[in-house]
């Protein structure tokens, strides 16, 4: 019986000492192409694109970027990256658009809207009523986010102000630092650059606080996501769970120290200048919301869009398939 036991514990020996060299296996590491639009999207991503500088990464990533959200769709949609960070709505744009071969993996962008003011005076939504308001939202985001709001505060957008649609956020912004735009809605980083600018604009209405009012659901503004190719995905799940550990990561450091990250927006043009960065990461509603939270999130947020009008999501509600939960 000694003699049975001594083998029996030798084998179960064995077996644990295998498994444990098999879960020390090491990490290898796997190439990642991703695109980030300039702006509050990509700030999120700046500290993972320093520890890819510093050799400290755990995946390979490659970063570019571009100006434009319908450069970073088409990055996607054509197969020349692997992952985006991206607008919502143009989120689920992109899943019909490709027959479903996308995949939302987390949240990284709440409100960054604000009405500004050069010279009006604007304390709640309905003393819009009877401005111009100018924007470059046209078809986007902003657009929409701007009318529900409108609409919901018994403004009609259509007959009780007028919407003026510029070609640019830098275009938005000069017309408001030189007064031509008295009421504006813009995003940030640009709202920050302004202000700085010019100290007699004002920021008059946060449009995540009064989203919140007027949206009894409880679903706060998701406006940015980061996006992936459902077949990198699928081919590469320990990479995909690597890069947003790190990814949660790098927004949490960019959020603890906002001077460090300011000066990396500069160094990674995803903010021009790093006084501007520091003044607008407060203000860009920077989150790392994933699973069935960001389901839940996302899904109520497109629902409204859709419910609103469906041309703002692609003309349809994605399928569950669209979000990654793991």
Known sequence: MKKVFSLLLGAVLTVTLLAGCVGTKPYEAVDIRITAIAGPTGVGLVELMQKQADGKAGNNYT????TAPDQAVASIANGTADMAAVPTNLAS????KTGGKVQVLALNTLGVLHVLTNGEDVSSVYDLKGKTIYTSGKGANPEYILRYVLEHNGVNPDTDVKIEFVADNDTLGTLVANGTAKVALVPEPKASAVMVQNKD???ALN???EWSKVNKSGVPLTMGCVVARKE???QNPEAVRMFLQEYRASIANVQADVERAATLCETYKIIPKAAIAKAAIPNCGLTYVEGALMYTQLSGYLSILNGY???AIGGVLPAEDFYYVQ
């Open 63 to 66: 970063f570019d970027v571009v």
């Open 309 to 311: 009008n469906p041309a």
């Open 93 to 96: 744009a992109l899943y019909k």
């Open 201 to 203: 604009v004002k920021r």
């Open 232 to 234: 990198f995905v699928e």
């Open 207 to 209: 449009m995540s606080d």
